[in-house]
Nanobody
Framework: QVQLVESGGGLVQPGGSLRLSCSAS????????MNWYRKAPGKERELVAN????????NYADSVKGRFIISRDNAKSTVFLQMNSLKPEDTAVYYC????????WGQGTQVTVSS
């Protein structure tokens, strides 16, 4: 059974940092690109970042480029999202995602950036 479990969200002040984790199980983690998405109220879900199987390539949305860093630990079947210089507009539920024959989503973790 494929399972994705996000953690690390919370409340942070503008300019602060958070590190999100997504623990994966039920598939061969090391052969799949992993993705982070986010969904803010009233906005479409957007791809924040993704990372290829061995971490050789990473891509970022323009809105987070230079502030967020995606990484993975294949031995632990975990993908991370280090979020720095957070802005109020980063407030959203952040979801881990993997595309197998079907697309699988975690439950999401809430990130709130506010004074």
């Amino acid at each position: 059974q494929v399972q994705l479990v996000e953690s690390g969200g919370g409340l942070v002040q503008p300019g602060g940092s958070l590190r999100l984790s997504c623990s994966a199980s039920g598939f061969t983690f090391s052969v799949y690109t992993m993705n982070w998405y986010r969904k803010a109220p009233g906005k479409e879900r957007e791809l924040v970042a993704n990372i290829t199987r061995a971490g050789e390539r990473a891509n970022y949305a323009d809105s987070v480029k230079g502030r967020f860093i995606i990484s993975r630990d294949n031995a632990k079947s975990t993908v991370f999202l280090q979020m720095n210089s957070l802005k109020p507009e980063d407030t959203a539920v952040y979801y881990c995602n993997v595309r197998l024959l079907a697309v699988y989503w975690g439950q999401g973790t809430q990130v709130t950036v506010s004074s």
